[in-house]
């Protein structure tokens, strides 16, 4: 049975994590797909194609993307490549202190270049991706024209 795992689940947002894949068959093709919902339901999609090891597993920091939002060896590639369904959009994040980006990883047999709600992952997993670390305290500016926020550390 597949798994995705990353370490940590739980991270900020310019931090790297490790994703890793387990229990695919040898040299089995997977497609590692990435989604995320902004803050006004726009969706973000990335995704990348794998071969897995002769252990059955894909690790993106060391195994390279055959294809799909990006190829070759890029550890955090799956995050870095999301792209909005709509075109020109852009990836903001307002309430930075509140709450985190959900992105969700999901591993799709074989080569999936689109997936609908008939598909079924072989393994997911949600990870939180925080703007601002636990403690850290928001200060608003507003000097003359200025505007803008300034973020304590604790």
Same mark, same amino acid.
């Given at each position: 049975?597949?798994?995705?795992?990353?370490?940590?689940?739980?991270?900020?947002?310019? #931090?790297? &994590?490790?994703?890793? &894949? =387990?229990?695919?068959?040898?040299?089995?093709?997977?497609?590692? #797909?990435?989604?995320? +919902?902004?803050?006004?339901?726009?969706?973000?999609?990335? =995704?990348? *194609? *794998?071969?897995?090891? /002769?252990?059955? /597993?894909?690790?993106?920091?060391?195994?390279?993307?055959?294809?799909?939002?990006?190829?070759? &060896?890029?550890?955090?590639?799956?995050?870095?490549?999301?792209?909005?369904?709509?075109? *020109?959009?852009?990836?903001? +994040?307002?309430?930075?202190?509140?709450?985190? *980006?959900?992105?969700?990883? /999901? &591993?799709?047999?074989?080569?999936?270049?689109?997936?609908?709600?008939?598909? +079924?992952?072989?393994?997911? =997993?949600?990870?939180? #991706?925080?703007?601002?670390?636990?403690?850290?305290? @928001?200060?608003?500016?507003?000097?003359? @024209?200025?505007?803008?926020?300034?973020?304590?550390?604790?």
């Amino acid at each position: 049975m597949a798994e995705v795992t990353v370490t940590p689940p739980s991270s900020l947002a310019d #931090r790297p &994590v490790e994703v890793l &894949v =387990r229990g695919l068959a040898p040299s089995q093709m997977v497609t590692l #797909r990435a989604t995320l +919902k902004d803050e006004q339901g726009e969706l973000f999609q990335s =995704r990348a *194609f *794998f071969r897995a090891d /002769e252990a059955g /597993e894909v690790a993106p920091g060391h195994h390279p993307a055959l294809g799909g939002s990006y190829s070759g &060896v890029w550890p955090m590639g799956i995050f870095w490549f999301l792209q909005p369904d709509t075109p *020109f959009r852009r990836l903001i +994040k307002r309430d930075v202190a509140g709450s985190p *980006f959900l992105v969700l990883l /999901e &591993v799709f047999d074989g080569i999936s270049l689109v997936t609908g709600p008939w598909d +079924k992952p072989l393994a997911s =997993r949600e990870v939180e #991706r925080w703007y601002v670390a636990p403690g850290v305290q @928001r200060v608003p500016v507003r000097e003359g @024209r200025v505007r803008g926020a300034l973020f304590l550390p604790p």
